[in-house]
């Protein structure tokens, strides 16, 4: 019986702490699509299709 892990969508995840299930996929919904931002030096990857963050 495989656990799958809970995804809080509210929260933004750093991927040094919780890195890609599979390499440039959606942990949460397996979506490759993301939108991109830059600030303060920081590179955010967030999904399109589920909305989830990840600190890259």
Sequence with gaps: MEIKQEIDLSVTYNIREY??????????CDSAQFKSSIKNMIFLRECRKCGMKKVV
């Design 19 to 28: 890195p890609d299930i599979k390499s440039g996929r959606c942990d949460n």
